[in-house]
């Protein structure tokens, strides 16, 4: 039963990592693709661009903080149990 729990675990983990890696490769995508090319259509102002730019990062990189701390955690308790 303990060898289940831990292949779960793992797998939770890994799940866990990609979701967070994923969303910071889709924090880039949408930067890029997404942002950019409205803030030249707009004309935005350089602080309105930098701010809001800093906002989305640090908005979407919360929860893929901790979907990585997460699948670190989970990794870490395996590793006691083995």
Known sequence: MII???I???IAAIVFAAI???VVGG?????RNRMM?????MGNRPATRVFSIIYV???ASLPATLAIYTAWQIITMVGAIE
């Open 37 to 41: 090319p409205r803030f030249k259509i």
């Open 27 to 31: 924090i880039q995508y949408t930067i």
């Open 4 to 6: 289940v729990g831990i």
């Open 57 to 59: 990062i640090v908005l």
């Open 20 to 22: 967070g890696f994923g």
């Open 8 to 10: 779960i675990s793992i």
